[in-house]
């Protein structure tokens, strides 16, 4: 059974950073697509950032140049670190797991993946 478990999110003012830590079991993980998605009070929650099984990266526009997704296969450990965070970048975030079709590279939809963590809160205070 995939578990998924988010951790390292807080409360910073605009400017500073944090690291998002999201620890995986129950699964092969350098074999499935993971993503980082976002979701704001009485928003949708969306794509932020995700990495393909080879390491290969896409971020939506809005955080190109301040976050970066990055994994370790060895540590079943998925991060995003997060610089010049935003009033803006406040939400709960999540992190997910899928496995993808060879031919498909992971992307940032929500109903591409079916395995989720509980999320943990990120704060930015102007």
Known sequence: ??????????????????????????????????????????KEREGVAAIDRDGSTIYVDSVKGRFTISKDNAANTLYLQMNNLKPEDTAMYYCAADLFPPTVPAG???????????????????
């Open 1 to 42: 059974q995939v578990q998924l478990v988010e951790s390292g999110g807080g409360s910073v003012q605009a400017g500073g950073s944090l690291r998002l830590s999201c620890e995986a079991s129950g699964y092969p993980f350098s074999t499935y697509c993971m993503a980082w998605f976002r979701q704001a009070p009485g």
């Open 108 to 126: 940032l939809l929500v109903s591409e993946y079916a395995n989720w963590g509980q999320g943990t809160q990120v704060t930015v205070s102007s």
